[in-house]
């Protein structure tokens, strides 16, 4: 009899045990919904709670995580500077689908990155989309301006993987410090939250996994006595590792790695909101990857410097990152290039460094890409390659409005900080290439803002030197220039005008006309659609309170309208009449009708080809002035210029987008 029982309770136990597995992972205690493993929250950990988050249907709790919306630099960042986003983080073996449910309406909603193409559903409350691809995404709403994205969640959503470690945290809090010895692996488990400090104190040490290193306790390290609780500390180490693990609100830089080697990163995601939280700080360090990451920082994103005697910085790669960075630079060398021991080095080195494939999302303050050579290190190999910026806004609060900024000069030649330069005599900066930079959208770099524009390559006072090749420099879709005769420099600029993306036919699921009969005009229109050629004719009158003018709307399908929201240019195949004519993009978040439009001119009775680049569009001066926000694209209007009276005629075909 107590043999058959213990048959029963084995079999009982064993279906149990399958029954669980096909819906729970015991050992990370994930929940499998469709495609999506969902992580245990951290019960103790704040909750957003301004929206319902579903993942495959599933309500998901999100992080409550602080974020800085300022943009001039401080010592003390608290509650009342900072606001608060959501933070979603699961798994995903497949597609998921993704709905949130806001308060009421939701406006102005954008996906980041725009280049990723989902266009959210919307309707009610709710909107809809699905992600295909496991990555950091940014989901923004009811935003009135492009310079201030406040209200976002992000959406950090990883491949599903295997982790093993020699130390473990389960889910829940830990306030501790915690040591990685040699050939040790902490693995963080999802829900997992360490409240300290993790130092990799050994060779082939590793953090890994899903939980979360939270600095939302500690007081700004300013303000605390100059004490920094850094959430990873590497000092002296090689060949260590840090995957897949998350960090939030450091009270002061994130990832410090000094007088190191080997060191792989991947997968990292930081969002910080304190003076000086830099995300990852390369110091007298080589060998360093990082790959597939995240930041959103409030000081620079990524940053190289030399702060050990006998060490230089290089062999750097930094690929396929996403950064949205609130204050100062996003790829930054500099300013510190000997600052060890009082600038002591005999030899300051920083070379062999690649920058590839970065989308920053939002560069709201100072350069995205920057060399600064404070002291007298000789910088060489330096490579910004494939960098595309969805919103450039910098030079707000107390930033700079340059896109890309290149000195060998002291901090106080460059109003900045004086410490941050140790050695007076000046180095050199060569073998610099920085290629292929997208700018989508936001502001031109090129416009004046408090003196400083678009670009900067400055020698200091104290002499050296500076050689950069620059290529392929875009604002939607229009070659940047510059030029400098600074002394010391030697710069190489060029531009090609077919370098370019995907081309996207458009189509378009319906189409219709508009008039100037609601201002009491009696102007006419016509349009007809034949094997994909739009013929419109009509009349204009002057009877109108304004002006006379029609118009005609194209209805973008979706995947031409993910298309419009980056795209560079929009060309078309026109038979004119000899009038000028307008093209003309709404955003949702223009509501008096002071839309972005570009003018063109036709032939008459003969076919063009018509290029419009988007960084070509103004808005009138009579409504509410906004800045372009390309992802809020609607549709694609035409219509006729103000004032252009009697009979018109033309066709119009082809129209594609250029990415």
Known sequence: MKLLNSIIITVLVSIFSLIGCSDNDIDTGTTTIGNALIYPFANGMPKFTNVTFK?????????????????????????????RIGVAMFDMKGPVNIEITFPSTPSNVIIRPIISGITPTISGNKITFTITEANQYSVEYNNTSINNPANSILVFANQNE??????????????????????????????????????????????????????????????????????????????????????????????????????????????????????????????????NCFIRSWDDGI?????????????????????????????????????GDNGNNPNPKIYNVLFEDINILHALHKAPISVHNGDNAVITDIIFKNITI?????????????????????????????????????????????????????????????????????????????????????????????????????????????????????????????????????????????????????????????????????????????????????????????????LILPTSDITDYCYYSASFSTTFDTETIITVYLGNFTQPNWGVQKAFNKPLIQNVQFQTSDGDLGYFNLTINDLKINK
């Open 162 to 291: 295997t982790f093993r470690g020699s130390i473990v945290r389960q889910a829940g809090i830990y306030k501790e410090n915690i040591s990685v010895g040699a050939n040790q692996t902490l693995y963080l488990k999802p829900g997992a939250v360490i409240r300290g400090s993790v130092t990799l104190t050994g060779n082939n040490s590793k953090v890994i996994g899903r939980g979360i290193i939270d600095g939302s306790i500690f007081t700004n390290w300013i303000n605390d006595g100059w004490r920094p609780v850094l959430p990873i500390n590497i000092n002296g180490r090689n060949n260590v590792e840090i995957t897949g693990i998350t960090i939030f609100d450091s009270n002061a830089w994130n990832v410090e790695i000094r007088n190191s080697t080997n060191v792989n990163i991947s997968n990292l995601k930081i969002v910080s909101s304190r003076s000086n939280s830099d995300g990852i700080s390369i110091q007298s360090s080589n060998n360093i990857n990082i790959e």
């Open 390 to 582: 969805e919103n450039y806004y910098t030079g707000q609060g107390d930033g700079w409005n340059y896109l890309i900024d290149i000195t060998n000069a002291t901090a106080t030649e460059l109003e900045g900080t004086p410490s941050w330069t140790t050695v007076e005599a000046r180095g050199s900066i060569s073998g610099l290439l920085i290629e292929n930079v997208n700018v989508l959208g936001g502001r031109n770099p090129t416009i004046n803002v408090n003196e400083r524009s678009g670009f900067r390559f400055l020698n200091g006072s104290a002499g050296g030197t500076i050689s950069a090749t620059v290529k392929n420099i875009f604002y939607m879709g229009i070659p940047l220039e510059y030029s400098t005769t600074n002394t010391g420099v030697t710069l190489t600029w060029e531009n090609n005008i077919n370098v370019g993306g995907e081309v996207v036919t458009a189509q378009w699921s319906s189409w219709n006309t508009f008039d100037d009969s609601s201002e009491g005009g009696t102007s006419n229109i016509n349009l007809s659609e034949t094997n994909g050629v739009f013929s419109i004719s009509g009349n204009i009158t002057n009877d109108a309170t304004y002006v006379g003018y029609v118009g005609w709307t194209f209805e973008p399908n979706n995947a031409t309208l993910n298309a419009l929201r980056t795209a560079t240019s929009i060309s078309f195949k026109i038979t004119g009449d000899g009038k000028t004519y307008r």
């Open 55 to 83: 993942v495959e249907n599933e309500a998901i709790d999100l992080y409550s995580v602080r974020a800085n919306n300022i943009y001039t630099w401080g010592e003390l960042v608290g509650d009342n500077l900072t606001s």
């Open 303 to 339: 940053v190289i410097k030399n702060y050990d005697k006998a060490m230089n910085s290089h062999t750097i790669i930094a690929k396929n990152v996403r950064m949205w960075i609130d204050l100062a630079q996003a790829l930054e060398i500099g300013y510190e290039t000997n600052k």
